[in-house]
Every structure is written in C-alpha cells, then in structure tokens.
C-alpha cells in the first residue's frame, strides 16, 4: 500500500494471529510466517529496510 502523508514509502498490513495459550506452537508458528511474509513482501518490493511494530501483543 502507498503510505501518503507518512515518511514511509510502503505499508504491508498482516493479519495477526491470535494468541491461544493450549496451542503455543502453532500461534508461534504463525507469527514466524506473518514475519517472514512481511520480509518477504518488502524484498520483493525492493524495499532496503523496514520497520514492525509489535504484532499480536495485545488485545
């Protein structure tokens, strides 16, 4: 997505897991692939560096 009125040039939005305590490993599994989705995005982007707040920390 563009980013007008920011400093940024590009936004990438992901759908952030939500945490379930009785599935650890798989909440941390989808949060490395919305990670790496991000990353992935941005080089293929061309992007040269990036920034991701905390995802899925809160409600």
Known sequence: TD??????THLI???SPTWNASAQEQ?????DKA???IL??????GL?????PS???GK
């Open 40 to 45: 992935t995005l941005a080089d293929e982007q």
């Open 3 to 8: 980013a007008p009125n920011l400093s940024a």
């Open 48 to 52: 040269t560096s990036v920034a991701i």
């Open 55 to 57: 995802v899925s920390s």
């Open 27 to 31: 909440c941390i599994s989808d949060l």
């Open 35 to 37: 990670t790496l989705n």
């Open 13 to 15: 939005h992901v759908n």
